[in-house]
């Protein structure tokens, strides 16, 4: 809370010393009247909607893939190659691909986020299941433990630290590539297009006005979404 509002101050220093940058006050004031047309949360709630497909489809992915590694040698050594690939494939150039393979349709929106995400998931979740104890694993076998039990009692305490930080670098992630692709792939609707149209037609308060619903919703994302199920699912402790 203290880092926001050094931004404050920041923002006040930036307006007087800058040529594009609106005041606080301005920007502030509309704030209403941009929050209560519809079609803001329209375009919020398409952009939400490819994140949260996106991030779904990485999440799922990347839990097979980590599975797959840990269980067996030669495919996880397979998967390996394309899960470092995916991780050292700048967010950008994922965009670019997506709109060049996709045409700008809904899929390549979707697509990127998981294909950008989808490698931080298995690689926390590989590391998570490799550090799981052999033994309590082997002897939930010997006295045929369910699977979900020993997911629940076995594996799940061992990954869960490693699925919250996994998911954190994903969340942010998907968060970056979607504007990106967006933009490069003219979408319609979503952030990306009005980013993009705040800055070529130089309206500055549409400019400040969505970076600041960008930003309330990341954060919202990151603090009162995934913190508070970490605390939740970490109670216990």
Known sequence: MLGLLL???????????ATFIESPVVVIRELPRFL?????????GITLGRVVAGLLLGVVAGFIAAFVMVRSKFLGNVLSYYVFAALRTPSAIAAILAVAFFKGAEAGYVLVVAFITFPYMAMGLRD??????QDL???SQVYHLGLIARIRHIWAPFIAPFIFAAL????ALAWKVIVVAEIFGTARAGFGPKFKHGVDYMIMIDVHLWLLVFMAIVLFAEYGLIRTAEKY???WR
């Open 168 to 171: 954190r670098n994903a969340h």
């Open 137 to 139: 694993d082997e002897m």
């Open 128 to 133: 998570g299941l490799s550090s799981a104890d």
């Open 36 to 44: 209560s047309d519809p079609e803001t949360w329209t375009n919020i």
């Open 7 to 17: 931004l404050i101050p920041l923002w006040f220093l930036a307006y007087q010393n």
């Open 233 to 235: 699912v970490f109670r």
